[in-house]
């Protein structure tokens, strides 16, 4: 099965210091734009409603990690790779006071890859 979003040693880091911080249930959502940037957000599952048109990617740091579906369609292609930089997001995701914002980087699905991600997309009915 392919991975569609993965995190990086630092992210691993940096969502355990959350966890610890906020409790143990977080989630992701990757934004599409405005006033939180295109980026990844962690938030409390109280902050934000996950609703039918969100496309659950799989799970960094046991934290799941969703996608509205018109940013899917964009992404789509792509592996989601979660990285962390120094720096002040300027987002609503939990980690605004840590020095450290989450950073969206992505690499393009071989074409046997992509094959996979069309037929679990079938499967699913998206």
Known sequence: MVERVIATP???????????EYGQELMFHQSGGCCDNSAANCYLPTDLTIGPYDVHLGD????????SASQYEYWKHTQLIIDVV???GGTFSLEGNTGKAFHTRSRLF????FAEV???DRRLGR
């Not at 630092?10 to 610890?20: D, F, G, S």
């Not at 071989?110 to 890859?113: G, K, P, S, W």
């Open 10 to 20: 630092a992210t691993l880091e940096l969502i355990e210091r959350l966890k610890a």
């Open 60 to 67: 960094i740091g046991g934290v799941p990690f969703y996608i």
């Open 86 to 88: 120094d720096g002040h």
């Open 110 to 113: 071989t074409d046997e890859e």
């Open 118 to 120: 069309q037929a679990e």
